[in-house]
């Protein structure tokens, strides 16, 4: 079911040019090579790259940082620096275009390949208007085209992107548009001259889920629309199982896998490969399960050693993985390749993620086994209200409003439990979180910790206090670790501050260390000297130094690859079960909200829309919103993805200074749009409370809630 009534399938942003390719191969790569210069030697960013594209085929490029996905695109558009050494061969239409000067490119480049960017905001000019922006990028290539037909072209170009109100968002500057709609204008720029070949470099990464879900329809609309091939490359598996015809995995620079999507995700044939599927929290999950865990990292690309590069993080490894880098090779299925000189005994034995990569064995505690409601109450919200004057003037300021962050929610989270916190941003988590992290009395309402009141604290030393039991995970490991200190005083800091002895802080650190899967004797090292996970860890040993009751985790694995993010799932999950903690899990991707909480609360410009058990919720929801959010999801199954119907949200979030009356989702809500008047001015009114559906602990805020399966 789709919210989206306009049909823009029909609208011609432009006159369909001449192909010099219409079917069959539109663009060849042959042994691409890329290496720049280090001090440490020459860093060899892609090795051996080779593909065939055909017209209006969409190939997906997956891997991990630092695999080489997007040097090797930026080495196809002539976009790398100089001091870049870049051999092999690249042919657009069987034309040689690795080795053009920069003028000679830039006549090809936004012609007829183009790119979209991974960061519009970045990539747009902030001085310039959108529209003037497309007319740039259309006359740079036809200057008999006038700038007045160019701009009516610009207004077809974001009509066909869904941007609202095309003739008067023309002449808007990239800052007054949401993430969404610049990724959106973004697409516009590349299309605008119907290119052959479209690179989309990671263009979903940093979108809400319905934002993506958009964006990743437009993506379709503008391929069908200009019949380009595409390369798409993402981290993300649920996005290629949706969107690809075939797929590329690369690790430590070269491709490592190719074949078919279907002969990918189903018939994996290299380690790496089944490594990364087995790590993907699934949304159709139908019970928790641990996930794959690739233990250690990515080599360097300097002086790789010989043999697999992927050998030390492989459980399959024997010693003659490496004496010599196994070539890619054709394995038992046509047209699908593999760099494993084990990918005959993996066809054979028919071998899972479960079968090579070690899997903990995660039972629940007694205590999470006890009944929800025997358990003591770790955190509960009454009523909580956050409200933030508005303000207007330099000089003389004067209130014009209030912005209603937070506007009267009840939750409450029980010892051993982990609650999940969704939503869009802007909806209200993070105000949500800070309001329990500051211990402070909100606008209106209580929060309640470990049983204390925060209106009762008197004192500093009272809230300091309480502080030894709730901790907090942030999203970005690098940025709320102090690079100028060493590990151990990272991690030693709260106890210092809670003036702990010297020698029990000294042997907890290294207990901590070890209990989060890291070697102690590294305690002396700073925080850039560890990967991205390692940091997390590091992060959460800290959290865990004064042996808190309840985490509040803020977009704890957001930042990671997927193998990464496994790992510090499962390391969430351990520590949960071991040592009885509580968890306030924020997240906005559902599959890892599905796999770490037992419930979950969907938030919506400040009011919760549902809540209930996660199973019940993800299974049976019953609120549009939450519908739409969960249909956004894409879930690693081509076969799924083929056969699924997303709910398409229009128009973006309101202002919490400026809310809707009534139900505050009946702006977007595609529900409302098929009520008689008389249903809708109920909507309009009345703003509906969350009503008890007749389960054990499943409620939802819509006045004609109604259950809709939608994974």
Do not use: W
Request: glycine share 6%; aromatic share 4%; proline share 8%.
């Amino acid at each position: 079911m789709s919210t989206d009534t306009t049909d823009r399938s029909t609208a011609t942003a432009a006159p369909r040019k001449q192909r010099r390719t219409t079917e069959g191969t539109v663009l060849t790569v042959r042994d691409l090579n890329v290496t720049f210069p280090s001090e440490a030697g020459p860093v060899k960013a892609v090795r051996g790259l080779n593909f065939d594209l055909a017209a209006g085929e969409t190939m997906a490029i997956v891997g991990e940082s630092g695999s080489g996905k997007s040097v090797s695109s930026y080495a196809m558009m002539g976009l790398l620096p100089q001091n870049a050494r870049i051999t092999g061969s690249v042919k657009l239409h069987g034309d040689e275009i690795l080795n053009l000067d920069d003028a000679r490119m830039s006549r090809i480049r936004g012609r007829e390949l183009a790119i979209i960017f991974q960061d519009p905001l970045s990539a747009l000019t902030p001085v310039y208007s959108i529209g003037d922006q497309i007319v740039e990028a259309i006359r740079t290539h036809d200057k008999s085209v006038p700038k007045a037909k160019a701009m009516n072209r610009a207004v077809e170009l974001l009509d066909l992107v869904g941007i609202p109100n095309p003739q008067v968002r023309v002449r808007s500057f990239p800052h007054e548009f949401s993430g969404g709609m610049r990724q959106r204008a973004m697409i516009a720029m590349a299309i605008a001259n119907d290119p052959d070949v479209i690179i989309a470099d990671e263009p979903t990464t940093a979108l809400d889920v319905t934002i993506q879900a958009q964006v990743l329809e437009v993506l379709k609309t503008a391929q069908r629309e200009t019949g380009a091939a595409m390369i798409m490359i993402t981290h993300d598996l649920g996005v290629v199982a949706g969107i690809a015809d075939r797929v590329t995995v690369m690790y430590a620079g070269r491709p490592v896998e190719q074949g078919s999507v279907d002969e990918i995700f189903y018939a994996p044939r290299m380690p790496y490969t089944i490594g990364l599927l087995g790590a993907v929290p699934r949304l159709d999950a139908s019970e928790k399960q641990p996930l794959a865990s690739l233990e250690g990292n990515p080599p360097s690309v300097v002086n790789l050693p010989p043999g697999c590069p992927f050998a030390p993080r492989c459980p399959m490894h024997q010693p003659d993985c490496l004496t010599a880098e196994p070539p890619l090779v054709p394995t038992d299925r046509p047209a699908h390749t593999a760099a494993c000189i084990y990918s005959d005994t993996i066809a054979t034995r028919e071998l899972g993620y479960a079968d090579i990569f070690p899997v903990p064995d995660l039972r629940p505690s007694s205590l999470e086994q006890a009944p929800r409601e025997s358990r003591p109450t770790v955190l509960e919200l009454q009523d909580l209200h956050r409200h933030y004057p508005l303000m207007k003037g330099a000089i003389f300021r004067r209130r014009v409003g209030t912005v209603y962050a937070v506007d009267g929610i009840d939750l409450e989270i029980r010892k051993g439990e982990t609650l999940g916190l969704v939503g869009e941003s802007g909806c209200g988590k993070s105000t949500t979180l800070l309001e329990v992290l500051q211990l402070k009395p909100p606008t209106e309402g209580n929060v309640v910790v470990l049983g204390k009141d925060v209106r009762e604290i008197r004192s500093g030393a009272e809230r300091r206090e309480l502080r030894r039991d709730l901790q907090v995970v942030f999203q970005d490991p690098m940025a709320s670790l102090d690079p100028r200190l060493p590990v151990f005083d990272i991690i030693a800091e709260p106890m210092t501050v809670q003036k702990m002895d010297k020698q029990a802080v000294e042997k907890r650190v290294r207990e901590l260390m070890a209990l989060v899967g890291l070697e102690p004797s590294h305690a002396d090292r700073y925080p850039q000297h560890f990967s991205g996970g390692q940091r997390q860890r590091i992060g959460i040993a800290r959290a865990l130094a004064l042996e808190p009751k309840l985490l509040v985790l803020d977009e704890p694995v957001s930042a990671l690859d997927v193998s990464i993010q496994a790992g510090v799932i499962n390391l969430l999950d351990e520590l949960k079960t071991r040592l009885g903690l509580s968890y306030l899990f924020v997240a906005h991707d559902l599959s890892v909200v599905r796999h770490i909480a037992d419930r979950v609360a969907v938030m919506y410009l400040g009011k919760l829309v549902e809540v209930g058990d996660v199973d019940r919720v993800f299974d049976h929801p019953t609120h549009p919103y939450t519908q739409a959010l969960l249909s956004a999801i894409p879930l690693p199954d081509p076969e799924k993805e083929r056969s699924r119907q997303r709910i398409l949200l229009t128009g973006d979030l309101p202002s919490p200074a400026n809310p809707p009356s009534g139900c505050k989702f009946r702006t977007r809500c595609p529900k409302f749009q098929t009520l008689s008047e008389s249903q809708q001015q109920l909507c309009i009114d009345t703003p509906p409370d969350l009503f008890d559906l007749g389960v054990p602990d499943h409620r939802s805020a819509c006045h004609y809630n109604a259950e809709l399966q939608v994974i």
